[in-house]
């Protein structure tokens, strides 16, 4: 297999450059012919790796892929999940190289989804082709790519319920987080939740002249940024009351295994140019991107933003804020709780409407699973060091989803960085991490099924 890849290099490069030119972004409607040929190209792609069938599957919002390689029964049957879509490229201007004009510098692809997760998910339709190449695919394997990931995964909760026998599998196998570091290979057991919410607060029925009622009349902006300022404390720990209340909390010895583990947070906030670590007291960088929640503000907004001054208290001012769950928090529980609790702080003489986005379930996944055991093996063979189980920060929605609808737990395999600047200008993926993905995903099979024969 390893010279088959060797051999093979250069054009599963160029294959995933040419993913990577379609500009899949489905926050924008304007997107549906992009989104339509990634799609294609995903199918496509599939059936020449060797699927039994590929086909795309209409949904109220972008088409979903389906494919299968079906090899016998008796084996174990994987679910490779993943997402075509990627997120909208601003600000343009702070790209080195266009977001779509894949470039290759140092050793990194550089285009918007080059990492999350176009160039991941691409790693599991080329491990399809090792297998094939090489005779013997030792599990079934189901693939299931999506392009409503970065918009909350709206329709494929429906399509999972409606598709319970096709999706039926031993496990769900999905690349779309980090690993530490390219010497320290991870596998992320758990992801935490989302909660997002949109806040309105209206003051005076109109905008006014600031030198005719500044001081006399309530600013909206000026009373939003304070009920804002009074969601978390000095420590910023979260004030809103009940917010805390149904965290797990992690134990003792969770905490000193966890502080074992070699992920420097100085460093990982150093890479984005911080120098000064800020977040819950009493708990390490690590702690709390992976076991804690957290509170944004993600954007703000109202008045004059335009060039030049404009002397006007408006009528009106707003904010996203979302949160980061954990377990046993629950999103819709929370936007409740949350979305009350501002609307309570609206400071005499305006008022604060609060509208919910898409949210997500945090999740965990077992560590004691067969299937846990293939994925550190598989790691094992090809970083030569065994995987470390660590909590991702971010959210997947459909993990927590297919563990709900279909019973299956997830192996989130992923093999990006920290540093690969997802959602940011300038995403990439290594080249290094691209090929060890298309070597280590075939393990994982061999792994799984023998650890099933057992
Ligand atoms: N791949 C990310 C999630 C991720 C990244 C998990 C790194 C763990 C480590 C995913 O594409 C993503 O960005 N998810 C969104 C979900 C939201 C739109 C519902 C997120 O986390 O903001
Ligand atoms: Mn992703
Ligand atoms: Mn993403």
Known sequence: MTSYIESNKDRFVSELLEFLKIPSVSTESSSKEAMYQAANFVKERLLQAGADMAE???????????????????????????????????????????????????????????????????????????????????????????????????????????????LAADVVLISDTSIIDNDTPSITTGLRGLCYLEVELTGPDRDLHSGLYGGAVVNPINALVAVLTKLKDENHRITIPGFYDSVAEVSEEERKEMAKIPFDGQAFIEEVGVTVQSGEKGFSVLERVGIRPSLDINGIWGGYTGEGAKTVIPSKAYAKVSMRLVPN??????????????????????????????????????????????????????????????RGGGSIPIVPMFKKVLGIDTIMMGFGLDSDAIHSPNERFGLFNYIKGIETVPLFYKYLAEESKK
């Not at 080195?96 to 990194?108: A, L």
Request: aromatic share 8%.
């Open 56 to 166: 795309i599957k209409e949904t109220k919002g972008w088409p979903m892929v389906y494919g299968e390689k079906m090899v016998d029964a008796s084996l174990p049957t994987v679910l490779v999940y993943g997402h075509y879509d990627v997120q909208p490229v601003d600000p343009l201007n702070l790209w080195k190289t266009p977001p779509f004009e894949p470039d290759i510098r140092d050793g990194y692809i550089y285009a918007r989804g080059a990492s999350d997760d176009k160039g991941q998910m691409y790693v599991h339709v080329k491990a399809l082709e090792v297998l094939n190449n090489s005779g013997d695919v030792p599990c079934n394997i189901k693939f299931l790519f999506e392009g409503e990931e970065e918009i909350g995964s709206d329709n494929l909760e429906p399509f999972v319920e409606e598709n319970k026998d096709m």
């Open 329 to 390: 928090q629950s999103s819709d529980e929370i936007t409740q709780l949350v979305s009350k609790h501002i609307e309570s702080l609206a400071p005499e003489g305006t008022t604060i409407k609060v509208t919910a986005h898409h949210g997500a379930e945090p999740a965990v996944t077992p560590i004691d699973s067969v299937a846990y055991q293939a994925a550190s093996k598989a790691f094992m063979d090809t970083f030569g060091k065994n995987p470390v189980p660590v």
